[in-house]
């Protein structure tokens, strides 16, 4: 299993995930998100897990986040904002 950290972009994400999927192996993916629950690059994190999963067929068998306490990201979880 692969596991991708700190993801800061969805780009990434996506580059790791398609060679993942190309390869054969399964993937968790984990974006890091900014105090405003944000990926750095500004995605919400949302969004982020949305584009990934639909870009590589739900490819990646886990979606975590590092490096940001709970509160940071809990409520961009809880809202439907995009």
């Known amino acids: 299993m692969i596991v991708a ?3 800061n972009t969805v780009e990434e ?3 790791v995930a398609l060679a993942a999927h190309s390869a ?3 993937i968790a993916t984990s974006f890091t998100v900014e105090t405003d629950g944000r990926l750095p690059a ?3 994190l949302r969004a982020a897990i949305a584009r990934t999963d639909d870009a590589t067929a739900n490819h990646p068998v886990d979606c975590m986040i590092n490096g940001a306490h709970p509160l940071h990201f ?3 979880l ?5």
């Open 74 to 76: 809990r409520e961009s």
């Open 5 to 7: 950290l700190t993801m």
């Open 13 to 15: 994400a996506l580059g």
């Open 42 to 44: 500004g995605h919400s």
């Open 24 to 26: 054969g192996m399964p």
């Open 78 to 82: 809880e809202s439907s904002e995009e």
